[in-house]
């Protein structure tokens, strides 16, 4: 237990780092991007008087050196004050947890698709290939993974907005729920769960794509070590030997690599949330970069990483849970 807590702490410890290092770099290529945000909102005002554009940079302390301004943001970091937006006049944390719940809804069911569907495949093509009967479905499995994977999200969600939504009239194709419904309880819960549909699934196919893949050549190697050769010759039957010998052994490179592109969805719920108008943080980091709002798109930044880092650590426990030699070793 002792040695568990020690272990823990000290990963915290290297997550704390890495942070620090991401929150520094993040700001200081926002900082060299080009554009001002001053002269952003003076111009959107109709004004482009120097003193006002001057008196805009010193209200956001704009005006102050970098390490300067650098410090402060540190310090407003360490105290979870992300600072103040310039655009929407409110504080970046506020806005921030406004919006997250609705991009960890939409991640986590993405996630739990892409994982559920993903290794449910690669199980059914990898079992077809070494049974050697119905290899027709292991090609098709396989054929269908590789052309989601090599198609885009943002083509891919369109396609589904016109098919499903526009022609078919099945699933609404904007929003997270009916605007102006006024619903509440379990209606308002099947209305999120109606609009969720489309997004979830263009955002989880290319993940369920690579799952299903990884899988299947994970679970074909295991298939052919010995103790699965002594398992058959003792007359376990092959759903058997798959389900309680092959399948947790299959899943351990499938659960570094899930928790690893975990952190990665965040970045693709920016295109996600962008064309389907999911308002999540992915559509604030949009927003924030079109408008130059460097306080809450330093922000967002901070909390994506933050979630890749706490990913990661929740990778590591459940790779402990399904293969216990780790935690021994």
């Known amino acids: 237990m002792e040695k568990a807590l020690s272990i823990l702490i000290a990963r915290l410890g290297k997550a704390l780092f890495v942070v620090l290092g991401v929150v520094i770099i993040n700001f200081m290529l926002v900082r060299m991007a080009p554009g001002d945000p001053a002269t952003v909102l003076a111009g959107e005002s109709g004004s482009s008087d120097p003193a006002y554009v001057e008196e805009l940079r010193k209200e956001f302390g704009l005006d102050q050196p970098l390490p300067v301004q650098l410090g402060r943001y540190l310090w407003g970091v360490a105290h979870l004050d992300l600072g103040y937006s310039y655009r929407e006049r409110l504080p970046v944390l506020d806005l921030i947890l406004d919006r997250l719940p609705a991009t960890l809804l939409l991640?986590?069911?993405?996630?739990?698709?892409?994982?559920?569907?993903?290794?449910?495949?690669?199980?059914?093509?990898?079992?077809?290939?070494?049974?050697?009967?119905?290899?027709?479905?292991?090609?098709?499995?396989?054929?269908?993974?590789?052309?989601?994977?090599?198609?885009?999200?943002?083509?891919?969600?369109?396609?589904?907005?016109?098919?499903?939504?526009?022609?078919?009239?099945?699933?609404?194709?904007?929003?997270?729920?009916?605007?102006?419904?006024?619903?509440?309880?379990?209606?308002?819960?099947?209305?999120?769960?109606?609009?969720?549909?489309?997004?979830?699934?263009?955002?989880?196919?290319?993940?369920?794509?690579?799952?299903?893949?990884?899988?299947?050549?994970?679970?074909?190697?295991?298939?052919?070590?010995?103790?699965?050769?002594?398992?058959?010759?003792?007359?376990?039957?092959?759903?058997?030997?798959?389900?309680?010998?092959?399948?947790?052994?299959?899943?351990?490179?499938?659960?570094?690599?899930?928790?690893?592109?975990?952190?990665?969805?965040?970045?693709?719920?920016?295109?996600?949330?962008?064309?389907?108008?999911?308002?999540?943080?992915?559509?604030?980091?949009?927003d924030a970069l079109m408008q130059r709002d460097y306080q809450l798109l330093l922000g967002v930044f901070l909390v994506t990483s933050t979630m890749v880092v706490v990913f990661n650590l929740l990778t590591d426990l459940v790779y402990r849970l399904i293969d216990p030699r780790i935690g021994r070793a």
């Not at 943002?154 to 194709?173: K, N, Q, R």
């Not at 690579?210 to 298939?223: F, G, I, N, P």
């Not at 010759?233 to 389900?243: C, D, F, M, Q, S």
């Not at 690893?260 to 604030?284: C, K």
Request: with cysteine; proline share 4%; net charge positive.
């Open 107 to 286: 991640m986590s069911c993405a996630f739990v698709f892409a994982l559920v569907f993903g290794v449910l495949f690669g199980v059914i093509a990898s079992r077809a290939r070494y049974a050697g009967r119905r290899t027709w479905l292991d090609s098709v499995l396989m054929t269908g993974s590789l052309l989601i994977y090599a198609t885009p999200q943002f083509w891919l969600a369109l396609l589904a907005i016109l098919f499903f939504s526009l022609h078919l009239g099945w699933l609404p194709p904007y929003g997270m729920e009916q605007v102006g419904g006024n619903l509440s309880g379990w209606v308002r819960v099947g209305d999120i769960a109606h609009h969720l549909v489309l997004p979830t699934v263009s955002l989880g196919c290319f993940f369920m794509a690579v799952y299903a893949r990884l899988t299947r050549a994970s679970m074909l190697e295991v298939l052919g070590m010995d103790f699965i050769k002594t398992a058959r010759a003792k007359g376990v039957p092959l759903g058997e030997t798959i389900r309680r010998h092959a399948l947790r052994n299959a899943l351990l490179p499938v659960v570094t690599f899930a928790g690893i592109q975990l952190g990665q969805m965040a970045g693709g719920a920016v295109l996600t949330e962008t064309v389907f108008g999911w308002p999540g943080i992915g559509r604030l980091m949009f």
